[in-house]
């Protein structure tokens, strides 16, 4: 192998340790972005839920899943009595949830919401 071409590979090697580390870069920035993003409407989640004195949110996604919390804020930002599913089954968990697209997407205009 030419010096030349020593020289031309070793700079394809930097080139694409650094792709990498700014890669690497990108996406911690993306992590922190969400987690900010997360906390930011965490809190706001909060505010509007200690207003009406209910049980607030520790963990976003977590805590809304099962959509007991998610229709307590909502009954809190509409004023309208949307009492959830009692049961503890996944059925119980998606018709709390759907309760609350519904009611947005008839009263609120809110267009579907599409988990691919």
Do not use: C
């Not at 394809?12 to 990108?26: C, H, L, M, P, W």
């Not at 207003?51 to 963990?59: H, N």
């Not at 805590?63 to 909502?74: Q, R």
């Not at 004023?79 to 309760?99: I, Q």
């Amino acid at each position: 192998m030419s010096n030349s071409q020593q020289k031309g590979s070793s700079a394809e090697v930097n080139a694409d340790v650094e792709f990498d580390s700014f890669r690497d870069i990108i996406k911690e920035r993306e992590h922190e972005r969400e987690d900010v993003q997360k906390k930011t409407f965490t809190k706001w989640i909060n505010s509007q839920l200690t207003k009406a004195q209910r049980q607030t949110v520790d963990d976003l996604f977590h805590d809304l899943k099962d959509g007991t919390k998610l229709l307590s804020l909502i009954e809190v930002l509409s004023g309208r009595n949307l009492r959830p599913e009692r049961g503890r089954m996944r059925v119980h968990h998606l018709n709390n949830v759907n309760r609350v697209i519904q009611l947005l997407e008839h009263n609120y205009n809110v267009s579907p919401i599409v988990d691919y």
